[in-house]
């Protein structure tokens, strides 16, 4: 159990070079799940890297690449398949780690007829109800209060589910945050608040959000416990979340982890951060790094190889070959779905519409003009 | 039948729903130990307890998100506005959440959700406590849009409401919460998207919904003096509309008033026009009269509110227009 560090102190298992730091213990987490945790955050590396290159080629529309916020996806290994995940947008590892398969996510970036949400979303804005994982929303700080209404929820149905919600510093100058992390602290919700505060929101820097000295101290208005977490290390991330999952469920409320860590690519694949920041502020973070982090730790450990981070390596980009082959040249979803799921039912309204849009020859001409 | 106010219909639909399905909740400002801003909610907490008559902080936005998260969950959570206006604060939760959460989730997840309070002016309440607001709901695919205008069809509507799948904005009217009439007790369930006609009638069918129902019985009762008989139709929920019953009643009549509370510019009245002029195009003997509220925000002064709402005599007036009598 690491010792919580005041508010603004910095918990921290292991440094830079992978030793665990003074006065720190690990977590007590089985070799295979440390492997697993490790392979996700390899996973989403890659699978970053792969699709951003299929952005830059045309293929993909939008994306999002997570590199430098790996290690904060894998809070949800600190938690039961039964807890509920509110994203924001940069958490696939998240997903990968409880099931999501690359099939499923690539199809997704190109909303296809194999894209489980059938078209609807826009690129990485995901859902997957099989995984306890809720639908992403544009919005930022929407998914705030309704984190918090599951965690209501659970409590009503007497089950001890507890609720994580992952957002931005940026997000924490909403209404909605401020709303979410009342309402939590006041019912004592079983929420735990995830913020990524990775330095820039867009082109807005921290320093724009807040006039406090961290944003962990806003905990403090809210009546919940804030705590600062090296976002770039995994095992204090994975040690707080158990903290909080475990107040949480004996019935202490909220908790708020400010977790530390930096966006080292643009906002989005629409982003370019070099107008907006020194372009050697990324350099810096190299020695930050979560994965090689994790990965010295593990080293030290005898549980990483460099043979076996080539084979994970090797063993994800064919994956994401086979899985791509199989989903990217698939049709588009069919025009007849266009009306589902606006309604549980089809309402006579949308059967008209739908009916006359069948009998119609299909549209090829573009409604944008350039 | 037992008579009762359009208050207690709702209260008791309320009761009977939270009695018959452990899932329902009431959550809002002032609901629990207050009994609700207007009462709608008395005694309930002292019936279901705090865990399912929750008195929320202050923050629309955040008991419309707390809702819809729950019922991402599996709740069936009934929020309580204590008016419509102050939605306004939550509309991101409502439009851009529950209402497209499940389509945007490929069906995944459904959000039972009913969205509930007074819409529309009272009395001299000024600018942000004035508005009728169903324009801005209807306008959304996803969102069922309910204006209940009796005891009876408060307490049917609210009934089916809360046992849809889907989320639905309901509309009452703090003018209509002290009104009389009979309801049927027990199961009492009135679907939505069927609607009533209010008042049989053969020279102008008039379409009104939750308080302007009663402008439009009243500008009848005017008319019938002179041996016109205007037939009220109420479609009772906007969305889905039942269109059928009102083009049937166009269709015998040949003229339609439209009246409502909405502004004007862009509203369900006029949009109920058009659909008209669609479908009894052969049969209309009149262009369709919208009466809306005059296109301004309410003023405070009681004078000036009375001109700016629709009342009975802008209804006479239309009729006459429709009907070529002035």
Known sequence: MVAIAKNDELKRVIDEEGNVVKGARPPDIADEELRKIYRTLVQVRVVDERMMRL?????????????????THLAVAALRPSDWVFPSYREPGAAFYRGYELEQFIAQLYGNAADPIKGRQMPVHHSMNWINYVSISSPVGTQIPQATGMAMAAKIQGKDDVAIVYFGEGATSTGEFHVGANFAGVFKAPVIFLCRNNGWAISTSADRQTAAKTFASKAVGYGMPGIRVDGNDVLALYQATADAAERARAGDGPTFIEALTYRVHGHSSSDDPSVYRDPDEPKRWQQADPLARFQRYLGKKKLWTPEWEEALRTEFDQAITVAHDKVANLPPPDVETLFDDVFEELPSHLREQKEWLMAQPRTKSPHYFH | MPS???????????????????????????????????KVSQGLLARFGEKRVIDAPIA??????????????????????????????????????????????????????????????????????????????VHIPGLKVVAPSTPADAKGLLKASIRDDNPVVFMENETLYSTQGEVPAGEHLVPLGRGDVKRVGTHCTIVAWGKAVHTGLAAAKLLAAEGIELEVVDPRTLRPLDEELIFESVKKTGRLVVVQESWPVASFGVDIAYRVQRACMDELDAPVEVVSSADVPMPYARNLELEVLPSADDVVAAVRRALYLV
Not at chain 1, 55 to 71: N, V
Not at chain 2, 79 to 98: K, P, R
């Open chain 1, 55 to 71: 952005q830059r080629q045309g293929r993909l529309g939008f994306y999002m690449q997570s590199t430098g916020e790996e290690a």
């Open chain 2, 4 to 38: 009762m106010t359009y208050r207690e219909a709702l209260n008791q639909a309320l009761a009977e729903e939270m009695e018959r399905d452990p899932t329902v909740y009431l959550m809002g400002e002032e609901v629990g130990h207050y009994q609700g801003a207007y």
């Open chain 2, 60 to 137: 629309e936005c955040g008991f419309a998100g707390i809702g819809v998260g729950s019922a991402m969950v599996g709740l069936r959570p009934v929020i309580e506005f204590m008016t419509w206006n102050f939605s306004l604060v939550a509309i991101d939760q409502i439009v851009n959440n529950a209402a497209k959460i499940r389509q945007m989730s490929g069906g995944q997840f459904a959000i039972p959700i009913v969205f509930r309070g007074p819409s529309g002016a009272a009395a001299q309440v000024g600018a942000q406590h004035s508005q009728a607001l169903e324009s801005y709901y």
